[in-house]
């Protein structure tokens, strides 16, 4: 298994510790000189066998201290046709990392699909696929995804019947799971974006950033339409580099920047608004509780469902808040949302305590940003437990919060 990332340096020191500690070439040499005058034939035996241990670890050394990029390319190498598949609702990190994985994958020949199994239903997320042409169809089941399958800013599939039977390939994800399994993992919790480690493949490849409207000679390049989504989707995913950002972030970021179609960019970044987001937000403004630096709202019934992560960045934003909670609910399912700036939050913890008695129910996220739903009849007490209001809902969300669930 390739665990690529943070541990390779670790791997790599290791191995040429334990070689200067334990290989001593010239003793070696000795030994054979002695056993070649006591025993030629043995002595060929010894020096074939040395020649193998030396070369056995020159290639595991070689293949621990491979680039992920590099590595990622090598595991293509044989494969004819994949799925690059992202989390239900794709936002534009999460297309942004399947472009730039297409784009590796498909300059190695290989023919690419890109899937997900929810909607896009944000009007950036629209914007996005429409702005950069991004080919991406939706998904129900594992019988839609052909060849093999790459996950990308998610580290388990969701969201598609029978996901539990999608044995990836390949699983590149910026989100914390310690229980990601596959033949290439690329998991790095500490990056802001998924797209920021794309983008360090596509630079150890040493691709070259294409200007838009100008063609760059060269085995690997970086099409302006790739430049621009992965910088996209790094902005989006650290609002602007603001949050939540590692020096990695920021030199993906510099990296890319020449290939970036300016006119896209802002066309992605400031899409018409629907209504109902405006409404919603209004509704998160108006309705919302505070308790010390806290706030939660519930803004009711929502069709579109991106509205409360959209409410949740507004009233983040009022004066004396410092983390806030939004939750509303579509066809029987309680969506939450949450944002913090406060360093005695972490957002993905709160709302997974949150929700912890309630069956069924999931959430988490990083620490200044989380999510989670409910099916609203086990919040109602369907299966193993008594449920509870929305109201009481509320106050737990209060309580954990301040740490006390």
């Avoid at 929810?118 to 914007?127: L, S, T, V």
Wanted: aromatic letters at 4%.
């Amino acid at each position: 298994m390739d665990r690529t990332g943070a541990g390779v340096a670790d791997a790599s020191d290791a191995i040429a510790d334990v070689a200067d500690r334990t290989f001593d070439t010239g003793s070696a040499v000795d030994d054979v000189t002695s056993a070649a005058q006591a025993n030629p034939e043995l002595a060929i035996l010894g020096v074939l066998l040395l020649v193998a241990a030396v070369s056995g670890g020159w290639l595991l050394y070689r293949r621990l201290t491979r680039p992920p990029g590099v590595a990622l390319v090598k595991r293509l190498n044989g494969v004819d046709e994949v799925t690059i598949l992202t989390h239900p609702n794709p936002d534009p990190d999460a297309m942004a990392s399947a472009l730039g994985v297409a784009h590796i994958a498909e300059s190695r020949g290989v023919t690419v699909h890109i899937g997900y199994p929810g909607q896009i239903r944000h009007q950036e997320n629209r914007a996005f696929r429409t702005v950069l042409e991004l080919d991406i169809e939706q998904v129900e089941g594992v019988e839609d995804l052909t060849g093999e399958v790459i996950l990308v800013d998610h580290g388990r599939p969701r969201g598609l019947i029978n996901a539990e039977a999608v044995d990836p390939l390949a699983v590149i994800d910026h989100h914390p799971d310690e229980h990601v399994d596959a033949p290439f993992v690329d998991v790095r919790p500490e990056y802001g974006a998924c797209a920021s480690i794309v983008a360090e493949y596509l630079q150890s490849l040493g691709a070259i950033p294409e200007e838009p409207d100008e063609t760059v000679e060269g085995e690997w390049v970086v099409p302006s339409r790739v430049a621009t989504g992965l910088v996209y989707g790094i902005q989006s995913d650290t609002a602007k580099l603001t949050r939540g950002c590692t020096q990695a972030d920021f030199e993906a970021y510099a990296y890319l920047y020449p290939g970036v179609d300016a006119d896209a960019l802002d066309r992605i970044a400031n899409p018409e608004v629907d209504r109902e987001v405006l409404e919603v937000k209004a509704r998160a403004f108006t309705n919302h509780e505070v308790r010390g630096s806290f706030a939660v709202c519930d803004v009711g019934e929502v069709s579109n469902v991106d509205s409360i992560p959209q409410a949740a960045d507004e009233l983040r934003r009022r004066e004396g808040v410092t983390a806030v909670v939004v939750l509303g609910s579509r066809n029987g399912t309680l969506h939450l949302s949450g944002r913090s700036r406060d360093d005695r939050v972490h957002m993905g913890e709160t709302i997974s305590n949150a929700l912890d008695p309630i069956p069924m129910a999931s959430g988490g996220g990083h620490a200044q940003m989380g999510g989670g739903t409910i099916s609203a009849d086990h919040l109602n007490g369907i299966g193993p437990s008594e449920g509870m209001t929305r109201e009481e809902l509320r106050d737990r969300l209060f309580e954990a919060l301040a740490g006390d669930v």
